[in-house]
């Protein structure tokens, strides 16, 4: 493996810059990849406010970018109905609906990577029955792993089936197909503060990578969420009502009065973590979404499992 592009300081660096400055950079950094390409690029969107702010600064570059987004139907409906109405919108359906998603390939919990080594220990892979058991090849205890991996090692006997390839099968391969149909090089709005995978990835490659296996370009890598807002509240940018006001809290910090992130609502990622977790939020909000995503998909009993509360 190559070395990393970038070191942990430098994310921190960025991160501490000036929103002014990571708008110069990041328009720089789409305008690197709209041009090395001809201009066959498009705009990944999800109807959320991190793709909206990204769209914003791309079309300020270049007003006529595609945007793709997957229609996968996990979306909120106020968050489709923005992704779909919005101008230039290429509309894409995955292969398979979720519900026979979830009969075949389960739920992505408690994190995709943990997800995906849980899916592949059951099937006796020795990388990851290592990983989930805390021990090297040698047999050797490895405390690393054990503290990452060991406490959901009950989940291999869940009677559920647990993987990480939901978001392959919704997303990921809709939006590939498209890329080689027609030849368009997207651009995503993923950004390495929201997980440990994103980070890695992004000090390992940066936010443009043209000589990897699969060149990505992910221009707000180095913003963070209050960035987010503080962009959409400068330039007065529409967002989902399920997003509620943009408000500061007692420390000067600006949030969300509703929702604080969208994503894919039957999504079960991170649900341990919530005082109040995104399916209690979304009996209230949206009960009958709710109730199929409980009742008809099954959710309910596997966050029963679990032990995460969600009426």
Known sequence: MKEPRHTAEDLKIMQAWPLSRKIQVTQTRIMEWYYRFNGMVSVSISGGKDSAVLLDLARRCFPDIEAVFVDTGLEFPEVRKIAIETPNTTVLRPAMRFDEVVREYGWCYPSKDVAHTIYYARKGSLWALERMYGINKDGTPNGFRQSRYGKWAYLLDSPFIISAKCCRVMKESPLEKYKRKSGKHPIVGTMAAESQRRKQSWLQSGCNSFDSKRPSSKPISFWTNQNILEYIKRYK??????????????????????????????????????????????????????????????????????GVPHR
């Not at 997003?243 to 949030?255: A, E, F, M, P, T």
């Not at 929702?259 to 039957?266: A, I, P, V, W």
């Not at 991170?270 to 199929?292: E, S």
Request: net charge positive; aromatic share 8%.
């Open 237 to 306: 940018l529409p967002i989902a009502s399920v997003y509620g006001d943009i408000v500061s809290d007692k420390k000067g910090r600006l949030i969300t009065t509703k929702e604080q992130r969208t994503g894919c609502t039957f999504c079960p990622v991170g649900c341990h973590r919530d005082k109040v977790n995104r399916f209690q939020r979304m009996a209230i909000t949206h009960p009958k979404l709710h109730k199929y995503c409980m009742d008809a998909l099954g959710l309910g009993a596997f966050l029963h499992y679990i």
